[in-house]
């Protein structure tokens, strides 16, 4: 199989660190194809979010799977706008990375697949546009991968205990959903080697209120914790403001059934146990 990713963040260069191998071919995009860091064997082609090269193009008609991880903007998909007369022209396997974030907020409930989706927030809006748009385009073998919060070496809570920068933000009923790296690239395989499309929610088993996950981190590390912040109080960005405003438990249940998946950190503690045996925090 020939891979193509547009954007290689964080997850997708976990994703061919741990699968690169399973691909006679890896090509991909980023903004600056000096930073190169931990690339290196790997065809890199520039892109910005506008005018993309003849080679890219022409990789991309090539490729048996597009794994995408760019984020859409205000004005729609960056990549959807450069490349959708390509994309549109072959049959080819896509993987595209969501958010669980689409569900909005539901008191802490459960909510799965079927759950309709909130467009209360614009970048909600934004995100369920290009879903629906990427599902078009590759003209229904698209998966839609729906991930939560995202951690794994170097973005964890022992990181942030370590660099000073954790806090412990307490809001009575809230909780988060998250997901180890590891998880996440076992879950784009098993997606890729599906026979069809479809939506899936990637995350662990057990949703959590924020300030558990780095008390137990302090613990791992023989620390205090930072002190609780009350929300309501709590200095912070608009941004980060906003995430606390859904709270929602989101099940990974088809995840497991459809794809198979069995996750390496199935709750929180798992993952930060193996990332402070690793050395994390240290």
Known sequence: MRLFILGFGYSARHFVR???????????TVRDPTQRHDLAGIELHPFSGRDPGRRAVERISDADVLLISIPPGSAGDPALAAFGNVLAADRRKVVYLSTIGVYGDHGGGWVDESTPAQTVLDRTRVRLAAERAWTDTARGDVAILRLAG????GRNALATLRAGT???IIKPGQVFNR???????????AAIHHQGGGTWNVCDDEPAPPQDVIAYAAQLMGVA???????ATAEMSAMARSFYA???RVSNAKLKRELGVTLACPTYRHGLDALWCAGEGR
């Not at 741990?18 to 991909?28: D, K």
């Not at 995202?150 to 070496?153: N, T």
Request: aromatic share 10%.
């Open 179 to 189: 997901i180890h790296v590891d998880d996440i690239a076992s879950a784009i395989m």
């Open 18 to 28: 741990r699968f690169g191998g399973a691909f006679s071919h890896i090509a991909g």
């Open 150 to 153: 995202i951690y794994g070496p």
């Open 166 to 168: 954790a806090r412990r």
């Open 246 to 248: 859904s709270s929602a």
């Open 225 to 231: 914790p930072p002190p609780e912040e009350a929300f």
